[in-house]
């Protein structure tokens, strides 16, 4: 869950339920390739909410620390 309130933090709290799981769904990308998972379905995942490149470019910043902070407490344990 913290991971969640840090990925809609700030102004994004108001954004629609998509927009939330397009950056929750491109975070689990980017962890999961970092470990080594085969995430293959992903994308097309995220075309269900409508994602392009323009629209991930958006959140980008967000994603990368989003995905950052994860990996590295997942390190933790």
């Known amino acids: 869950m913290k991971c969640l309130e840090f990925l809609n933090k700030g102004n ?3 954004l629609l339920p998509g927009v939330c799981e397009l950056k929750a769904e491109a975070v ?3 962890a ?3 470990f ?3 995430n293959n379905d992903s994308p097309n995942y995220l075309a269900l909410y ?4 323009k629209l991930i470019q958006n959140y980008l910043d ?3 620390g989003v995905a950052t ?3 590295s407490r997942c ?3």
């Open 75 to 77: 390190g933790e344990s």
């Open 69 to 71: 902070v994860l990996i």
């Open 28 to 30: 689990a990308y980017v």
């Open 36 to 38: 080594g998972f085969s």
């Open 12 to 14: 994004n709290r108001h």
């Open 32 to 34: 999961g390739k970092y």
């Open 50 to 53: 409508g994602a392009d490149s």
């Open 62 to 64: 967000r994603i990368q």
